[in-house]
């Protein structure tokens, strides 16, 4: 355990959040009697067990850290009542050791950190996307090297205008982020994919905004220069749910859902994306086309 320092702990969960990871914040809420903190003091936990601060040593802070890394795990808050005597008892039934003789409240805030969208390319697509993602829990990068475009986008948290081949090098990448594809370019398209799978940043969903055949062109690429045994099974080509529409409004709402439903486990939705299958094979596939939007409109509303 590190001394405690109030100004280190604020700034390390910044710099946590930053990073795209998570954390419980240990504060002690209330005291009644002899207790080994006084309201207010604070204790970081960090996912592997790290500490910064104290909320007074000793078993009980052994039992807060443990504590802290099972409701982190659970991704969930909670406040607790300690009694400190050798006969005492949390409230919840698990014995403390302490003699203090004094009653302690832990409150345990989860502070987790805002799932992370890279959007390449600022295009009409683009533009439409960020303004659905603008009011839900995301932290949405746009790439993008034309200025003009990047000066139209609004609701971004962050816009990086810059080449898509070089953009975020030297930065820490959160990993389970979620990465949207959507170049002017189809070749630029198959080198951002290639970035994507091959930098270490462990993605939880790309989607490439591409038609049916142009989709299975480029899986049969990354295949022939990656390897047939190449995992995409976070690669959602062509992007969104079947909603049906064409509009670059439309084609971002489609988006925005297959995001929210993959975010939230949710399954039995007619997503636009091919089976890694079908792109080893001829278009149509045996079953049909499942929508006619992402091959007519898909390339032309970028």
Known sequence: MLGYDLDLIYQTILELRQKGQEAMLVTVADKQGSTPALPGTKMLVRADGQ???????????RLAVAKALELLALRQSQ????????????????PTGMICGGRIALLYEYLGHKTRIYLFGAGHVGKALVTCLRPLHFYVVVVDPRPELMAQIEGAN????DDYRVALQGETIPEGGFYVVATPDHDMDYEVLKRILTAGWAPHYIGLVASKRKAAALVQQLREELGRNLDLSMLYTPVGLDLGGSTPEEIAISITAEILALRHGKTGHKHMRLSMLQCQTDFPSRNGPTSEYASQNADECR
Do not use: S, W
């Open 158 to 161: 962050r816009l990086i205008t």
């Open 51 to 61: 500490t910064l601060g104290t909320v007074g040593g000793g078993a009980l802070e």
């Open 79 to 94: 406040l607790i009542h300690y009694a400190l005597t050798d006969q005492g008892q949390l409230l919840d039934g698990e």
